[in-house]
Structures are given as C-alpha cells and as structure tokens.
C-alpha cells in the first residue's frame, strides 16, 4: 500500500505527525484545554434564532467581510481589553489557526522565516511549515518564562520576518510582561533582513488571555503598524466547536489578510453562531471566572500534593516534574488508568491540565493523590 512519504509531497511534511490530542472514551476529559461548561440554554436558543435567519438566505453568498461580526468583535475587545478598536482593526476566520495561517500566508512564505519561543503552541511551527515559512526556535528560562535579553539577540541575529509571542504561552500557562513584548518588538523592528526595509510583523498569541490575571496587551498595537494580537472563541466563550477565531491590528495588516483568505471563508451559519455568541457575553464570562478560581485551587492542591507547579494564567495548569519524558508518560498512563485523561505534549517531566468543573478537578486531584501513593509505594 502507497504511504504518504512515497507521494511527492513537500520534503519538509516527510515524516512529520499532524497536530492531534488523544480522543478517549474516559469519566474525564481534561486534556484539550475545553471550557467544560456547555452553552446556557438561552444562548443556545438564540443561535437557533439566527441560524434560522441565516438559513433562509444559504443560497446565497455570505457576506465576504463578515463586518457585522468583525464590528461586534471590535466592541466587545473595546469593551473587555482596555483599548478601543473598530471593525477596520479586526479580521475573524475560521478559528485563530486560519488567522495564524493567513498572517504566515501574507507575511512568511518561501525565502522566510519565523521565529517563536518553544515550549510553545505547536501550530506556529506546523503553520510555518505548511506555508513553506522556515522555523527557528528562541530561548526561554527554566521557569519557562521568556530570557528577553537572550531572545533579542536572536532576533537581531536570525531577523525573522514573522515572530510570534504566546501569552498566556500554550502549554506552560506563562504570562508575557509588557515590557518584554516592547523590548521584543523594537528588536523585531532594527533588525531589517536584506529582503525588505521594515521590520518583523510581531503576533501575540493571547487564546487564553480572557483567563490571565494580567491586563490584555492589546492596547500595544496603538501606533505599531506591525504588532498584531489573535484571539479565540474556543475558550472563553466555550465554543470550541464554533472554530472562530480574530485578530486585532493596524487596518493595513487587515488588509494584507484579505489578499490571501479564500473567497466567502466564513459560513452564514458561523457568522449568525458567533453574532450570537457575542450577545451572551457576561455569562460566558461568568463561567470564565469560576474557571480562573478552579484554575488557581488546581494550582494550589497540586502543590499541597508535592507537585511542582508552573505559575499559570490560562485555563490549565503544567504540573510535575517527573522524571524526564518517560516518567511524565507513565503518569499520563496512570492517571488514566483511574479514569482521567490529562495532556502529555512532550515538555519532559512535565504533565498539562485543563481547568474542569469543581467535580472533574476533585476526580483529577484525587486520582493524583492516588497514583502519587502508589509510585511512592513501588519506589519503596
């Protein structure tokens, strides 16, 4: 049977793996970073509501700009990030991958690269790739956090023409300090490759910032042509199956996007979905609250069990540190042998879950409690 290596695909997709968690069939799933609370059911009448609109004129084209969504997502960052901006500085697709693709598309490409700080979001590099953009990987500290004097110096020294910057950074919970961000972006800016005179576009990844217990950086992009912030509906609004993500820039970076996004790229039904969405916002945020409180007593459990703790602002937490990457693995195992399914995402010695309910957390807290004694017992 023909394998996918013996098609003449690209040489740098050769013996690569696609971007995946494990989907098991377990009392509780903690491992992909969902909201766990389904959408209230007032809002989900609502979508039936605007589905039903929408449905009504599905023979013909959407509107291609989606500017009403892009309005009400600009009034809502407005509201909630501590910066005004209009529909002409946002741009929505087909969740923040597709944005991310779309920036990579217009910005990266072949001859280019990007660069970001690993452990981190995995798709940046996948992204990269798949647009034929090289990938480099920037330093961090132990403490996961971002060595800034180290990566401006890479910077300066690869001068990337894409760099991106997660905060809170996917897997390790980490928030990024204002004034790395700065420090990270006048770098980006001097450092000019010979292709082009202006600086590296500078994406901050912020899909868990409404979970942080710092302020958004979205006021950032006041005067900086080429800082652009992404966002996401999968988390804080609990609607990972939605798949809407947006972007928050100057307009000319929006218009940039609109060179390379496919025609009519997002659906009615996902429009009228996320116009709906956005109508709920004080409940959805409501259960963002009680996730940073679950988020924080994970935190703080985890440690009272002799586990070491990442500080996190997302809605998961890294916890450890066990030894190296087998270790970790065979507690992911354990731990799913007592019916709780966490993450392992290759940062050895380090395991990563999401915020559940109060009930799903105490089931994780106690099957760690558990697998915690019986390690202890084995090493006796």
Known sequence: MTGIDDLPIRDELRGKSPYGAPQLDVPVRLNTNENPYPLPEELVARIAERVTEAARGLN???????????????????????????????????????????????????????????????????????????????PRNDDFTIDTEAAVAAIAEHKPDVVFVCSPNNPTGTAVTEETVLALYEAAQA???????????????EAYGEFSHHPSLLPLIEGRDTLVLSRTMSKAFGAAGLRLGYLAAAPAVVDAVQLVRLPYHLSAVTQATALAALEHTDTLLGYVEQLKTERDRLVTELRAIGCQVTASDANFVQFGRFDGAAGSHAVWEALLAHGVLVRDNGVPGWLRVTAGTPEENDAFLDAVRAVTKELKEKSD
């Open 191 to 205: 450092a000019r490759s010979d292709r082009h005179e202006h600086g590296a576009l500078v994406v901050v990844d």
């Open 60 to 138: 013909r084209y959407p509107d291609r700009d989606a500017v009403e969504l892009r309005t009400e997502l600009a009034r809502y960052l407005s509201r909630t990030a501590g910066h005004t901006v209009d529909h002409r500085q946002v741009w929505a697709a087909n969740g923040s991958n597709e944005v991310l693709q779309q920036l990579l598309q217009a910005f990266g490409g072949p001859g280019r690269t990007a660069l970001g700080f690993e452990p981190s979001y995995s798709m940046h590099a996948l992204i990269a790739r798949g647009t034929g953009t090289g990938w480099l990987s920037g």
